[in-house]
T-cell receptor, first 113, second 114 residues
Framework: AQKVTQAQTEISVVEKEDVTLDCVYE???????LFWYKQPPSGELVFLIR??????QNEISGRYSWNFQKSTSSFNFTITASQVVDSAVYFC??????????FGAGTRLAVHP | GAGVSQSPRYKVAKRGQDVALRCDPI?????LFWYQQALGQGPEFLTY????????KSGLPSDRFFAERPEGSVSTLKIQRTQQEDSAVYLC????????????FGPGTRLTVT
């Protein structure tokens, strides 16, 4: 079975704090793809990153970084020096059959000034 | 526009009514997906099209749900005899062919069944 678990339902931080969003996945596939999406209050899901299973190199994009660890089946997302505009719901997803996405329940991040 | 568009953005239906939700994917995108997102939950897969062929409809919750994409571009999700549990945001996504696996989502249609 394929499954994505985001154990943190809500996180609240003050601006400029660093915050890490956890994602744990389950799959029997040897090759798989993981994704992070952001859903701001407007509702549209915004693609952030794709990672394939054979590339364990961590990635940094500005204030965003991702830590992929196959040994623990985790794909965590860190925002450095958070800003109010980072407030949103963040979803981790796993690619399933026919390229459908299997989403976690999401983590709601609130960044306060 | 350059993105995925959906209409209507909001729909209120009385229980028992039929509704039709439209999705215009990004031009040239071969793959089209429909997802259902209940309040406070992650999106859940409904159905998938490759061009005009519906290759996976395993996520459709009942035979009241029907989707089509007759010319391989615009898609319509139809829900017959709506029930309160159908209230959700319906998201459409499209994806280019090849190894680009990310899906690009529309703004969604919020359906409220009263």
């Amino acid at each position: 079975a394929q499954k994505v678990t985001q154990a943190q339902t809500e996180i609240s931080v003050v601006e400029k704090e660093d915050v890490t969003l956890d994602c744990v996945y389950e799959t029997r596939d040897t090759t798989y793809y993981l994704f992070w999406y952001k859903q701001p209050p407007s509702g549209e899901l915004v693609f952030l990153i794709r990672r394939n299973s054979f590339d364990e190199q961590n990635e940094i994009s500005g204030r965003y970084s991702w830590n992929f660890q196959k040994s623990t089946s985790s794909f965590n997302f860190t925002i450095t020096a958070s800003q109010v505009v980072d407030s949103a719901v963040y979803f981790c997803a796993l690619r399933g059959g026919y390229n459908k996405l299997i989403f976690g329940a999401g983590t709601r991040l609130a960044v306060h000034p | 526009g350059a993105g995925v568009s959906q209409s209507p953005r909001y729909k209120v239906a009385k229980r028992g009514q039929d509704v039709a939700l439209r999705c215009d994917p990004i031009s040239g995108h071969v793959s089209l997906f429909w997802y259902q997102q209940a309040l406070g939950q992650g999106p859940e897969f409904l159905t998938y099209f490759q061009n005009e062929a519906q290759l996976d409809k395993s996520g459709l919750p009942s035979d009241r749900f029907f989707a089509e994409r007759p010319e391989g571009s615009v898609s319509t999700l139809k829900i017959q005899r709506t029930q309160q549990e159908d209230s959700a945001v319906y998201l459409c996504a499209s994806r280019a062919s090849g190894t680009s696996y990310e899906q690009y989502f529309g703004p969604g249609t919020r359906l409220t069944v009263t």
